[in-house]
């Protein structure tokens, strides 16, 4: 895999730099809040190769993905040329590979568990972990890559040319040739800042499809404005957003009709509220489903600390309200990892609250969105709710337009 060219946006600085600010801010504005427990607290190229068929998503339709997490001997954990990296190899031949890029304040460590090889590994955090296996299942290997700023507040830098790019670059080809994965559909997937870093990653790799959640791009538009051609070099694109982070999403909305104005197969979804049920939390959280910490004294625990409603919803942003109290009271709750940015059951509360968090739920869609459009080319697009009416429910639940 050869380094390309910056596509001309290199030199605009002053330009890069202002929108980078502004990304920045949006990523502080959509996470802030009087707690510390934010997750995610800030966050003309060649044509793309044709995508091989992908396996069928392991979630049906009307249900959830849930495939469970991957086994942790099969992750792995490197550096590679300074970048630190973990990857899987899907039990199949790959018929492709996702790229996974973070949010702010987090990294690659966050998608394996704990291991000797690995120490300093956070997971199994539980959508990181449900991603993961997904892609697995879709016979897709998982490359999850940190951003360069490891000392600040770990986001991505989102322009074009960028170190960040640049390290991508280096790490993917070092490692597909390695493992016999060179030549395959390059996917890739974000949140939050990494959101908006895949979206400037896909002007600079080939790829055969992009997920960006929780985030646009507000430069998405100068790189046509700079000269890259995107009508039909621009891979077939996703996002899943949080209505309730209303900057957000009309920053999704600006990107997506610029996207379909230029033709390519577009798909929005969004992540609604979810009530916070035993079952649900059990699924979600592998360290609720055994002993006397169970998901449903949780769910109990939070309804007597008053911070649910009637229909197990959440009363408060589970950022600002304080849930970790009552749950430390549950016994044998004292060992459940409530620390901030490394809680399984932090992350999935948020999920259930709906404003700015990484989700898994909507991911087998996107997968076969992309098998979709790469079927059948515009297709894609019109499936992803560029033909008039589009406007549908996912398996998932909440709006796909």
Not at 233 to 259: C, I, Q, Y
Not at 304 to 324: M, N
């Amino acid at each position: 895999m050869r380094h390309q060219a910056p596509l001309g946006l290199a030199g605009a600085s002053r330009g890069a730099a202002v929108a980078g600010a502004a990304l920045l801010l949006l990523l502080l504005l959509a996470t802030r809040g009087p707690s510390p427990s934010a997750h995610d607290t800030l966050d003309a190229p060649p044509a793309p190769p044709p995508a091989a068929p992908l396996a069928a998503p392991p979630a049906a339709a009307g249900e959830r993905s849930s495939a469970a997490p991957p086994d942790s001997t099969a992750g792995f954990y490197e550096v590679i040329q300074g970048s630190e990296v973990v990857w899987w190899m899907p039990p199949e031949p790959a018929q492709g590979v996702l790229f996974a890029a973070h949010g702010c304040n987090h990294g690659a460590i966050d998608w394996l568990p704990k291991s000797e090889a690995c120490p300093q590994c956070l997971g199994p955090m539980p959508e990181e972990s449900n991603i993961t296996a997904t892609a697995l299942a879709a016979r897709l290997a998982v490359v999850a890559v940190s951003s360069i700023d490891r000392e600040m507040h770990r986001c991505w830098q989102v322009h074009n040319g960028s170190d960040d790019i640049l390290a991508v670059k280096r790490v993917l080809a070092e490692l597909l040739p390695r493992k016999g994965l060179s030549g395959l559909p390059l996917y890739a997937l974000g949140a939050s800042s990494g959101g908006a870093f895949v979206l400037a990653l896909a002007a600079e790799l080939p790829m055969a499809g992009v997920c960006s959640l929780i985030m646009g791009n507000p430069r998405l538009s100068s790189y046509e404005a700079a000269g890259v051609a995107l009508l039909g070099r621009w891979p077939p694109t996703a996002f899943v957003h949080m209505p309730k982070d209303t900057r957000t999403a009309g920053l999704v909305r600006s990107n997506a009709e610029f996207l379909r104005n230029a033709g390519v197969p577009t798909a929005v979804f969004e992540a609604t509220e979810l009530p916070v049920a035993a079952d649900w939390l059990a699924s979600k959280v592998p360290e609720l489903r055994d002993g006397t910490c169970g998901a449903a004294a949780v769910v109990q625990a939070l309804q007597s600390g008053g911070l649910l409603k009637p229909d197990s919803h959440l009363k408060y942003d589970p950022r600002a309200a304080d849930w970790r109290g009552p749950v430390t009271q549950i016994p044998g709750c004292g060992g459940l990892r409530l620390q901030v940015d490394a809680s399984p059951l932090s992350e999935v509360l948020n999920v259930a609250w709906a404003k700015h968090e990484i989700i898994s739920d909507q991911f087998g869609e996107v997968i076969q969105f992309w098998k979709d459009a790469a079927a059948g080319g515009q297709a894609g697009g019109q499936a992803g709710g560029q033909a008039a009416g589009g406007i549908g429910v996912g398996a998932a639940g909440g709006r796909r337009y």
